[in-house]
């Protein structure tokens, strides 16, 4: 019996320590591979959460980059702020640029646009426009942009229903991973945080889009205008503008598609408010015609889709510089 109980517990401890040396190595090749890191809570509601500061983050899934945030835990050079804001940059993912190299983000090639104009990005995963904006006020209190307020959208086909949530500042999107034992283990065991994000991406697979798959989208120009006059509102005595990114669609036969649905009513909206209004749906398709480049995708994902790479990053900023140049004589 006693031989019985030593094996048993010689063979468990073996198991965890083989376990344990086996994470060990997981890990370390997910630092390399996919590093992500955890979110945290923004306490000033400039967004509704951001990274660890300095946190430290590698993708090689889709694009290639090696980065660390801002002490504020967001994508910027450190001590960005020390010269104020005057361009405030809000969007999602595509703007947030962890997938292609530091400098080639949007908010990093303005700069180089823009030279004699600090330009800080609060951009992060999964704010889409309805997000940004129930925040804008709270990240204008913030940072205290002293020019512009740049929000970038995937959309401008939106949903009276999800502008009437961002006008009471509700948000039906719920975050639990800010606390407790599983976000200790997430944050100190990158292979757990791999498995449990891909996780997570499977099971929100269908929330994916700004606009709900199964929703059938309506949109009132009386509710529109109603969000775009708060957008007016919150940015106080700074300029807003909304620069439109379009999803596009390569199709078998090499022409390309861009969805551009709703359009013409959110830049006739944008004009009566105050707020200038970039479309780069004509600088993605002339890129496209005259250079078969496309402003999305990598080497290692598939053609034309997931994040701005860095020609539609490029797009963006000259087009944005342009505008504000205009704007400024």
């Not at 001590?79 to 809000?90: A, E, H, Q, R, W």
């Amino acid at each position: 019996m006693k031989n019985l109980i030593k094996n048993g517990i010689k063979s468990l401890t073996t198991l965890i320590i083989s376990g344990m040396f086996s994470l060990a190595i997981l890990s370390l090749f997910v630092l390399v591979y996919e590093h992500i890191g955890v979110f945290a809570p923004n306490p000033s509601g400039a967004t509704d959460y951001k990274w660890a500061p300095h946190q430290l983050m590698t993708t090689m899934t889709e694009g290639f980059a090696w980065m660390q945030f801002d002490e504020n835990g967001f994508n910027n050079p450190n001590n960005s702020l020390n010269k104020g804001v005057d361009i405030l940059f809000m969007g999602n993912s595509h703007i947030e640029g962890t997938h292609i190299a530091k400098s080639e983000n949007a908010a990093a090639q303005l700069r180089n646009y823009l030279p004699d104009l600090s330009v800080y990005n609060i951009g992060i995963s999964s704010h889409t426009i309805y997000k940004n904006v129930r925040n804008l006020e709270n990240a204008v209190a913030e940072y205290e942009p002293s020019k512009y307020v740049i929000i970038q959208t995937s959309t401008c086909e939106l949903s009276d229903s999800l502008i009437e949530e961002a006008l009471r500042g509700y948000s039906s999107e719920k975050n639990t991973f800010y606390s407790g034992f599983p976000l200790y283990i997430r944050k100190y065991c990158p292979a757990v945080k791999s498995i449990y994000r891909n996780i997570q991406l499977w099971q929100n697979a269908e929330n994916e889009s700004e606009t709900p798959k199964n929703e059938t989208v309506t949109l009132s120009r009386e509710a529109l205008d109603l969000f775009l006059k708060k957008v007016k509102t919150d940015c106080d005595n700074c300029t807003p503008i909304i620069v439109f990114s379009p999803n596009i669609t390569l199709n078998e036969n090499g022409t390309l598609d861009i969805s551009r649905n709703g359009v013409e009513m959110f830049d006739a909206a944008c004009k009566e408010n105050g707020i200038l209004f970039v479309d780069l749906s004509n600088d993605f398709e002339q890129i496209y015609n005259n250079n078969k480049i496309l402003p999305y995708g990598f080497a290692n994902t598939g053609v034309g889709s997931g994040h701005l790479n860095k020609y539609g990053c490029k797009l963006m900023a000259e087009r944005l510089a342009e505008a504000i140049k205009e704007d400024q004589k």
